[in-house]
């Protein structure tokens, strides 16, 4: 086992043969006096100052920049060219996305697929069935998908519509659909994230979907049953007026039917089929055009959408903010705050600052405790997604990490590879500056901070580990190792 001063030491002797500079060992107190400058800016800069989020990211990163350069010796070059570089790179697919979601989202409303759907939902659900029903169906989607996002990006749209009908708290509305598509992410056999935890783990991907049963469904349901609570305190109080003028408007300004929902229909198909994400949301917004010209838009009019969003008047104002939504400058902002967040990740990654903080807790704290080892792979994993924002690192890192004490623990890997979920898939998404915090923050239209509290699934499994770890439940033995 590796000594994190032997990390950095080895560390340093690939930068200097590389880079050719040399600099200061960052160090262990000088990694957390990083770590803790990050998130102490980020609390602060969004709770108490209420900065806008792609300002305060280029804040942080001008500030950790100039600690590497200035208090540890490292060039600009070798930081942009070894840290930042890479972790764009590896971002630039779900850069992509955000930048196709935009249009996507303006075809879908001028092309009446939100409307008809929020238009079907208004007349299905009320406040007591809404927050469940919004949960199991995101989930439901995203298991046949394999998308958290591509079901946020859909049903996640409309039903925001829904809830602002009906009268439901935004925020709750949006953490329900977050908890639900990121549920269905997680237990889906086609999701990248969960194929890349059971590799990573070394673990068999059925074995893995099953295992993660004993921490994802009890954090789910816990979710069902607050959202069912909080609905049941909701009944009576449906404004009718306001969803009677809703329905009005959609019925005055568009075309209905179930031909609309072809979009979405593709969407769900293509993606369970595995086709690649990006090229899926292509055929689905491409199937949208020809249903936004049978609502009375000019090609250059659908051009025009895509661009700047759809500039509907239906003559009804809260409609009109419903749907006029999305365009490649509605996620301008979004990709603005991806692209400063990875300048920060990539110094982090590069530097070793976070593998120095998880190496130390792996030696100092874990020793031969199951307890502590679910712990520190969910620590682990915590810190690399409110450190990179990165669903894929928060997965690799503490995957590769602790592979070998898995073993030597005699804990079967299964174990590993839902901890590596349960703390990395799925926490990425309540971090405000992580790139699935953006995404979803920017699709709903509701801020990660004011959705979190109500994303219950998405910070209980983490919990529901910790607990079966220390008590010895739902937790798979091997004759590897040592027994504690």
């Given at each position: 086992?590796?000594?994190?001063?032997?990390?950095?030491?080895?560390?340093?002797?690939?930068?200097?043969?590389?880079?050719?500079?040399?600099?200061?060992?960052?160090?262990?107190?000088?990694?957390?006096?990083?770590l803790f400058t990050i998130l102490a800016m980020m609390i602060v800069g969004k709770l108490f100052m209420g900065f806008d989020t792609a300002i305060l990211i280029m804040m942080v990163s001008v500030v950790t920049s100039a600690i590497y350069i200035f208090g540890y010796g490292f060039t600009w070059t070798e930081l942009f060219d070894g840290g930042v570089i890479p972790?764009?790179?590896?971002?630039?697919?779900?850069?992509?996305?955000?930048?196709?979601?935009?249009?996507?989202?303006?075809?879908?409303?001028?092309?009446?697929?939100?409307?008809?759907?929020?238009?079907?939902?208004?007349?299905?659900?009320?406040?007591?069935?809404?927050?469940?029903?919004?949960?199991?169906?995101?989930?439901?989607?995203?298991?046949?998908?394999?998308?958290?996002?591509?079901?946020?990006?859909?049903?996640?749209?409309?039903?925001?519509?829904?809830?602002?009908?009906?009268?439901?708290?935004?925020?709750?509305?949006?953490?329900?659909?977050?908890?639900?598509?990121?549920?269905?992410?997680?237990?889906?056999?086609?999701?990248?994230?969960?194929?890349?935890?059971?590799?990573?783990?070394?673990?068999?991907?059925?074995?893995?979907?099953?295992?993660?049963?004993?921490?994802?469904?009890?954090?789910?349901?816990?979710?069902?049953?607050?959202?069912?609570?909080?609905?049941?305190?909701?009944?009576?109080?449906m404004d009718m007026s306001k969803i009677d003028v809703i329905i009005s408007a959609i019925q005055g300004n568009f075309n209905l039917g179930p031909v609309v929902l072809i979009p979405p229909v593709l969407l769900l198909v293509l993606a369970y089929m595995r086709y690649p994400t990006l090229p899926v949301l292509w055929v689905s917004m491409i199937a949208a055009a020809?249903?936004?010209?049978?609502?009375?838009?000019?090609?250059?009019?659908?051009?025009?959408?895509?661009?700047?969003?759809?500039?509907?008047?239906?003559?009804?104002?809260?409609?009109?903010?419903?749907?006029?939504?999305?365009?490649?400058?509605?996620?301008?902002?979004?990709?603005?705050?991806?692209?400063?967040?990875?300048?920060?990740?990539?110094?982090?990654?590069?530097?070793?600052?976070?593998?120095?903080?998880?190496?130390?807790?792996?030696?100092?704290?874990?020793?031969?405790?199951?307890?502590?080892?679910?712990?520190?792979?969910?620590?682990?994993?915590?810190?690399?997604?409110?450190?990179?924002?990165?669903?894929?690192?928060?997965?690799?890192?503490?995957?590769?990490?602790?592979?070998?004490?898995?073993?030597?623990?005699?804990?079967?890997?299964?174990?590993?590879?839902?901890?590596?979920?349960?703390?990395?898939?799925?926490?990425?998404?309540?971090?405000?500056?992580?790139?699935?915090?953006?995404?979803?923050?920017?699709?709903?239209?509701?801020?990660?901070?004011?959705?979190?509290?109500?994303?219950?699934?998405?910070?209980?499994?983490?919990?529901?580990?910790?607990?079966?770890?220390?008590?010895?439940?739902?937790?798979?033995?091997?004759?590897?190792?040592?027994?504690?």
């Open positions: 086992m590796d000594t994190y001063k032997g990390f950095i030491k080895r560390r340093e002797m690939v930068f200097v043969k590389e880079s050719g500079s040399a600099h200061r060992e960052v160090g262990l107190k000088g990694s957390v006096f990083i972790m764009i790179a590896r971002a630039s697919g779900a850069i992509l996305i955000l930048l196709t979601v935009g249009p996507m989202i303006a075809l879908w409303m001028a092309s009446g697929t939100v409307p008809y759907l929020i238009y079907l939902g208004l007349q299905i659900l009320t406040p007591k069935t809404f927050l469940v029903s919004a949960a199991i169906i995101c989930a439901m989607s995203s298991v046949l998908t394999g998308t958290s996002w591509g079901s946020a990006a859909t049903f996640g749209v409309a039903f925001m519509g829904i809830a602002y009908g009906l009268g439901v708290p935004l925020p709750a509305a949006a953490g329900a659909v977050v908890a639900g598509s990121y549920f269905g992410d997680k237990m889906s056999p086609v999701s990248d994230t969960t194929v890349l935890a059971a590799a990573t783990a070394e673990a068999d991907l059925i074995d893995h979907i099953k295992s993660m049963l004993w921490t994802t469904l009890p954090a789910f349901l816990i979710g069902l049953a607050i959202y069912g609570v909080v609905g049941s305190r909701s009944v009576g109080e020809p249903l936004a010209m049978m609502q009375g838009n000019s090609l250059s009019k659908i051009v025009s959408i895509m661009a700047k969003g759809p500039s509907l008047a239906t003559g009804a104002e809260a409609v009109d903010k419903l749907l006029n939504r999305g365009g490649f400058s509605f996620m301008a902002g979004a990709v603005a705050v991806v692209f400063f967040a990875y300048i920060f990740a990539g110094q982090l990654e590069y530097s070793g600052t976070i593998k120095i903080v998880t190496t130390a807790l792996r030696e100092r704290f874990i020793k031969s405790s199951v307890g502590k080892f679910i712990f520190s792979v969910s620590l682990t994993g915590i810190i690399t997604a409110l450190g990179t924002g990165n669903s894929y690192l928060s997965i690799i890192m503490p995957g590769t990490m602790y592979k070998d004490l898995c073993d030597e623990l005699s804990v079967d890997r299964r174990i590993l590879s839902r901890t590596l979920e349960d703390s990395g898939t799925v926490i990425v998404s309540i971090v405000p500056w992580s790139a699935a915090g953006i995404y979803m923050s920017s699709v709903l239209d509701v801020p990660v901070l004011q959705y979190l509290p109500w994303a219950v699934m998405c910070y209980a499994g983490a919990i529901v580990a910790w607990i079966y770890g220390f008590t010895g439940i739902g937790i798979m033995r091997t004759n590897k190792g040592t027994k504690e």
